[in-house]
């Protein structure tokens, strides 16, 4: 019924390789879209916009930074929180130590881009180790970050150990002056935020249909074999830790900016890219798409049932006893998961829209 | 019959939620972002134990703060920083109502609010603790730390060692290491204590712990090789116990080792042992049943099988008695207000009331908390207000502290200068426009 290829006929390679072959698919997509774009700042609450949406935002950005790294290229990486934290700092500081016209897009990419050149440099054992003691290596980038930014005080502006982010680093060329609008309100944070995922997504979307994402798939799948057929495997493996570490970058300056307000190293201990991994590897490694319905599991999970617990037993068990609660069903209902489906959410994604495809007669 | 079971649960669902209490008129909420579970645990129980049985109390004994029920509603934080920004955005409003202040016990979580606090006229409250320029209230007028700031905690402990070693002149040629938490919390002080020791001449290192210090061998190892004279303890949770075990086995004397305002509580010096004989720490508010309004809470609550605390036996414990001591000041906050806005008072008004606070003996005694509470006087230009603290010394024999000092007061004038150097950095970094404290249509506004 829904998801049908009926009636639509392939006529030209340039259609075969549009994002979405399916009329229905590209409908819901830009309806999707649409609602997220104009309808959901106007209906949803603070409370939506800044302790839902945007963190799942800049948790997606980074789970899918790990994803191109740990999913598509198949490099093991335990370094993400390390690399959002020099993300969100060098964004930091070039909004701090630029001239008036910098702004904050901008200084998120360059920001990214050397966060991206860090991935690098951390991404070098990659050539020559593989596997769990790459995990190794790239747990140095996390212990890294946190000792350097806590080392060199400059860059956290000489503060304490916190600093508040400033409004007016959200201002874009001026908009919010010349129009009097409020550009730090959670509102204009949720749309800055949900430009700059629907950016990524879309360009890591395209990079992986492109020889490029196939080189990274096939270094993944065997590095010998992709060698010799031809495949720069160095080349291949490096440019694949910049452009994860500038997702991870990128989703750090969103973390600190559009969801915390306030730039910290506590932020980026090591349990956040467990969290992180946990998010990639849930949604289902190798898949977009997935990060995203991952990060929305894993953040949501422990929300959704405290809330539960609040509604339904109005405060008559301890919250000492929910959140128990809650860890356990979330650890089975993830040993669960992943038995039942190695693939993650992504796969059971794709399951469920073949199914749909060929509902209600499946025979 | 699973159709069935689901809509009995959907029906049962609904029901539940349609007999929900609707707030109503003549109660006031406030939000209790508590943290039961996790490593800090000891903390949060008895923290917003000793809070919420404090608002029982007046619930039950005078109908509430002015006449207003209080009603509340606790959030799990697990002392994580984003849990607590998703508590404080799901509890700033509740049934209608809004939040009159937030407490998070966190420094993390606390600092995470200060400029979203502001924003929603929410003031944002941290007792004994917090980020230090947050003092400044005419730069940050909806964040309050009342008690004692991390400078005065530190310039007090130094001064309390100059009193170990005979006056501050002996403190010269001496040596100080700063144990500390790795946390914003814990590397708060760190300048502060070098500052400190370049006053008074003696030299200082700062030794940092890992989060959760469950294993500090080797940090005692490097403090072994440097010798010092005083180690002074800015541990929270596990890490205190630890800290004293390790300690005395590297043969560090116990009683050169000063631990500070978190590193005070009877769950840190019990799992310790024999080893804690002889501890000492500060305290801006005396361990046991110390004040008539906590015997008025056993007799009311404890003996009639009520109070949060599932142990009994930390009735009187630091932190549930830091818990009544912060009721004590948040509910006198309210009516502060009450007394100048009347009885349904907004966030905006109590954030007034917090910066008009006049805790003085007559009014400790007249709340039965005096000997519990120290006197507090807060203002614009001071959300502190405290400014000095005692000292107790840990037992074994008889499980129990006991005094070791009087008041000492703190080093204002050496902190003033760096608190306010902070406060012009914040002023210049984060787009702050500074109240001005001594035009008093300014300083009496309480929506700012």
Same mark, same amino acid.
């Given at each position: ?21 399916? &009329? ?23 409370? @939506?916009?800044?302790?839902? #949406?945007?963190? /799942? ?41 630029? &001239? ?20 690098? /440099?951390?991404?070098?054992?990659? /050539? ?25 005080? $400059? ?21 919010? !002056? ?8 959670? !509102?204009?944070?949720? #749309? ?39 495949? &720069? ?25 559009? $969801?915390?307000?306030?730039? =910290? ?9 467990? !969290? ?9 490694? =190798? ?16 929300? #959704?049932?405290? @809330? ?32 039942? !489906? &190695?693939? =993650? ?19 | ?113 200060? %400029? ?6 929410? %003031?944002?409250? *941290? ?55 790795? +946390? ?33 061998? +080797? ?97 009187? +414990? ?20 009450? %007394? ?56 074994? *024999? ?5 005094? %070791? +000092? ?43």
């Amino acid at each position: 019924m829904i998801y049908r290829e009926t009636g639509t006929f392939i006529t030209s390679y340039l259609e075969d390789r549009k994002l979405f072959p399916i &009329p229905f698919d590209k409908w819901a997509m830009a309806v999707f879209m649409l609602f997220m774009i104009f309808v959901v700042p106007f209906i949803a609450s603070d409370y @939506w916009l800044a302790a839902h #949406l945007i963190p /799942i935002l800049a948790y997606g950005t980074a789970a899918l930074g790990l994803n191109l790294l740990t999913g598509m290229t198949g490099q093991l990486s335990l370094g993400t929180a390390g690399f959002m934290c020099f993300g969100a700092f060098f964004t930091f500081n070039i909004m701090l130590r630029s &001239p008036e016209w910098m702004n904050l897009p901008l200084a998120m990419v360059l920001a990214g881009s050397v966060t991206g050149v860090i991935g690098i /440099i951390f991404g070098l054992p990659s /050539i020559r180790i593989k596997g769990f003691y790459l995990l190794v290596s790239t747990l140095a980038a996390q212990y890294f970050a946190l000792w350097f930014f806590r080392s060199y005080p $400059y860059f956290l502006n000489y503060a304490t150990a916190t600093v508040t982010l400033p409004d007016h680093h959200f201002d874009l060329f001026g908009i919010g !002056e010349t129009f009097d609008v409020d550009m730090a309100s959670f !509102e204009a944070k949720y #749309l800055m935020s949900l430009g700059i995922v629907t950016a990524l997504a879309l360009f890591a979307k395209n990079l992986m249909r492109s020889a490029t994402g196939r080189n990274f798939m096939a270094v993944r799948d065997m590095d010998i074999a992709a060698s010799v057929i031809g495949i &720069p495997v160095i080349r291949t493996k490096m440019l694949a830790f910049f452009v994860s570490c500038f997702y991870c970058g990128v989703g750090g300056a969103l973390f600190c900016y559009a $969801y915390l307000q306030v730039l =910290g190293i506590r932020t980026f201990e090591m349990n956040r890219s467990f !969290e992180i991994l946990f998010m990639a590897i849930i949604g289902g490694l =190798g898949s977009i798409a997935g990060s995203f319905y991952g990060t929305v599991l894993v953040y949501e999970f422990p929300i #959704l049932f405290s @809330w539960a617990g609040d509604y339904l037993f109005k405060g008559a068990f301890d919250t000492a006893v929910v959140d128990n609660v809650a860890k356990i069903t979330y650890g089975i209902l993830i040993i669960a998961l992943l038995i039942r !489906e &190695p693939g =993650g959410l992504a796969a059971l994604w794709a399951t469920a829209k073949q199914k749909l495809r060929t509902w209600p007669f499946p025979h | 019959m699973k159709t069935k079971l689901w809509i009995t649960g959907l029906a049962m669902a609904t029901a539940m939620s349609a007999t929900a209490p609707v707030m109503a008129e003549g109660e006031v909420y406030i939000p209790m972002p508590v943290y039961r579970v996790g490593p800090y645990a000891t903390g949060g129980t008895g923290y917003f134990g000793g809070i919420i049985d404090y608002y029982t109390l007046m619930n039950m004994t005078e109908g509430g703060v002015g006449g207003m029920k209080i009603i509340w509603n606790e959030c799990e934080t697990n002392y994580n920083d984003q849990k607590g920004v998703e508590c404080y955005h799901r509890q700033k409003e509740f049934q209608g109502k809004q939040a009159l202040f937030f407490d998070p016990l966190s420094v993390g979580i606390s600092t995470s609010l200060v %400029a979203q606090g502001r924003k929603d006229k929410i %003031a944002i409250i *941290a007792v004994n603790h917090g980020r230090t320029e947050g003092q400044r209230g005419d730069v940050f007028p909806y964040y309050f730390m009342p008690g004692i700031n991390t400078y005065d905690e530190h310039s007090i402990i130094t001064a309390y060692i100059g009193e170990l070693e005979g006056g501050m002149e002996n403190l010269a040629g001496k040596k100080i290491v700063l144990l500390f938490h790795g +946390s914003t919390y814990g590397r708060e002080a760190v300048e502060f204590t070098h500052m400190l020791c370049e006053k008074h001449n003696c030299s200082s290192e700062a030794i940092e712990v890992p989060h959760p210090g469950n294993e500090q061998t +080797s940090q005692w190892l490097k403090i072994r090789r440097s010798k010092p004279d005083y180690v002074v303890l800015r541990g929270w949770g596990v890490m205190n116990p630890v800290a004293m075990q390790t300690g005395v086995r590297m043969g560090f004397p116990i009683s050169n080792l000063i631990g500070n305002i978190w590193s005070n509580d009877d769950g840190d010096v019990k799992p310790a042992g024999s080893s804690a004989n002889g501890y000492q720490a500060i305290t801006t508010h005396p361990t046991g049943r110390v004040a008539t309004v906590i015997d008025e809470i056993v007799a009311k609550l404890y003996d009639q099988g009520q109070g949060d605390l599932e142990d009994k036996s930390r009735i009187g +414990s630091n932190y549930w008695n830091l818990g009544v001591m912060a009721g004590v000041i948040h509910l006198e906050a309210v009516r502060v207000a009450q %007394a100048r806005f009347g009885a349904d008072v907004n966030s905006a008004q109590v954030r007034w009331g917090f910066e008009n606070l006049n805790l003085d003996t007559a009014r400790l005694t007249e709340l039965g908390a005096n000997g519990l509470v120290p006197e507090i006087k807060t203002n614009c230009m001071d959300h502190v207000g405290g400014h000095q603290a005692k000292f107790m010394r840990w037992v074994y *024999a008889e499980t129990k502290w006991e005094v %070791a +000092s009087d008041w000492i007061d703190g080093d204002v004038e050496l902190s003033q200068a760096i608190i306010d150097a902070k406060a012009e950095n914040a002023i210049a970094n984060e787009g702050i426009t500074p109240r001005d404290c001594n035009d008093p249509a300014q300083r009496d506004d309480f929506d700012v």
